[in-house]
């Protein structure tokens, strides 16, 4: 006999509500809970519906190594001398060949396609200090500065601390990405890209896109609700509210397959992508309230023949998903 004290949910299988609103029960096998150990599913998205992917799951797939690689951003080991504020570049007197354009932190990324705007420069050199001295007496004098400084705990000078760099204590290889993201977001889900590859510090996540793959393509589907809503499920939350990721995380991360895509599909979700990507990045809240947002996460899901009904259901989890996380600190 049916309880009428409880209703089934309309976009997910065995999810149930109580009618008074107060209680929901997702209903999980044993099988499906033992599963998951061996793939290290986070349990929390249990709580939503032990099929939560299940509307797209078999358009996901790994785009590294095929289409991306991903690593972590640039240490340098020592930022009070490789890492140069904008504002201080005159003071500091290095020639403007060994003065790199960076981006030290997740906040100075306002937009999804990146704008140029640095607010730091990292101080990249690989000529002899003989040279230097001779040629380039801003950036030897620079050196000099450090080259006793002690570090923090007081145990090596900087040149120690660095020995490992090559040619030169004080030369960095810096690492460059087409498109980047926060190794620990908090309300702000983002990836920004750039055609022509920047620098990022180790707060950030690296990832190229090989050659022949089309980055704006790549970019769209890394910041569709299907690839937020994956990485908010099957990631680990720190205790500060923030996720905490990795380089190699997204290295395994799913995301939709951009290789079944037609000429037509692409075309249009990069149309589609086009509103978003000049404006402002807003918190996920905001994000999910904007008709340009809406519009997008349509296309994407119906270009890969996905019901685009069920985008309401994604946002109302997502949102509650990051509320929850980013709130626990103050329960």
Known sequence: MRNTNWTKDL????????????????IVSKEKLI????????????????????????????????????????????????????????????ERRFLVPYVK??????????????ENYLFVCDLPIADLKIKYKGAYKWISRFKYAKNKNGKKTIQEACEANNPFWYTLKPKQAHIVTAINPFERFFFCYAKTPFTIDQRLVAIT?????????????????????????????????????????????????????????????????RPLKNREIETIFDEFRKPDRTNFDKVVLRSFGIDEKILPSLYRILSTAVYDRVSMKER
Do not use: C
């Open 11 to 26: 976009t997910f299988d065995n999810l149930y509500h109580r009618v008074d609103g107060l209680v929901s029960v997702s």
């Open 105 to 118: 932190s997740p906040v100075e990324l306002k937009t999804l396609e990146f704008n140029g705007d640095y």
């Open 209 to 273: 896109v090989n050659d022949y793959n089309d980055i704006e393509l790549i970019s769209a589907l890394l910041n569709s609700i299907v690839t937020l809503l994956n990485i908010e499920m099957r990631g680990t939350s720190r205790n500060l509210g923030a996720l905490d990721l990795n380089a190699n995380y997204f290295k395994t991360l799913k995301v939709l397959n951009p290789n079944v895509l037609t000429t037509f599909a692409q075309r249009e979700i990069k149309k589609a992508f």
């Open 35 to 94: 599963q998951s150990i061996d793939s290290t599913d986070n349990w929390d998205m249990f709580f939503i519906s032990s099929e939560l992917f299940e509307k797209f799951d078999r358009y996901l797939v790994p785009l590294y190594p095929d289409i991306i690689d991903a690593f972590r951003g640039q240490r340098t080991g020592w930022n009070d001398m490789f890492v140069i504020p904008a504002s201080k570049v005159a003071e500091s007197g290095i």
